[in-house]
């Protein structure tokens, strides 16, 4: 029995002793369905997810992430779990390919006047990544004839999700925290909190 099975056998033996219940043998291949909530620090992307798990026969968990009921752009995705279990931790990872959008802003602006009293423009620019958008290019032209040009890029990127949890109450609830590599969500949406229940 590998760490994952012997772990929640653990915990399914503790809870049935002290109710003075009997326990069966558990198979050697330990097969869990949790399902609960995440959200990230700054409370900007969370909604529900649900993991389907098991322990292989090299002592591997593996399984699937599905995430329902999402209320914003998030950086978390439906995906394949991998990982191994630590007595009471189990640590997964998930890797993903998501669609990030490159906004390059070029702005005109007034900066002084030459020697004959005419503007001197120049053109400044700005780059940022955003989680949604549409590609394209958009100009515009403010009352002062000064240009803004605003082009958007998307880019599919792949990255990483490490995720950290204890195993709680007899086994039934698992809980920590994860983290997105940098690729896959910008400004550091990506860094937050889960906790599931055994369904």
């Known amino acids: 029995m590998k760490n994952l099975a012997l772990t929640l056998a653990m915990a399914v033996l503790l809870a049935a002793c002290s109710s003075g219940s009997t326990v069966s043998p558990l198979p050697s291949t330990v097969n ?7 959200k990230n620090q700054n409370n900007t992307q969370n909604g529900e997810i649900r993991f389907d798990i098991a322990e292989d026969e090299g002592g591997n968990i593996v399984g699937n992430m599905i995430v329902t ?5 998030r950086c978390i995705a439906n995906g394949t779990l991998a990982g191994s279990s630590n007595g009471f931790n189990i640590s997964l990872i ?7 959008f490159l906004v390059i802003t070029e702005r005109e602006q007034i900066v002084g006047t030459d020697d004959n009293g005419e503007p001197i423009i120049e053109t400044t620019s700005s780059e940022v ?22 082009s958007t890029t998307r880019e ?5 999700i490490n995720i950290q949890l204890a ?4 086994g039934n609830t698992i809980s920590g925290t994860y983290v997105a590599d940098a690729s896959l969500c910008s400004n550091s949406t990506g860094t937050g909190d889960m906790t599931l229940n055994r369904i």
């Open 32 to 38: 869990s369905q949790f399902s609960g909530t995440f």
């Open 167 to 170: 195993i709680s109450n007899n």
């Open 156 to 160: 599919d990127v792949t990255g990483d």
């Open 69 to 73: 009921n999402n209320t914003n752009i």
């Open 129 to 150: 990544y955003r989680d949604s958008g549409s590609e394209g290019v958009r100009d515009s032209i403010d009352s002062r004839g000064l240009r803004t040009t605003i």
């Open 94 to 100: 998930t890797t993903q390919t998501r669609s990030r």
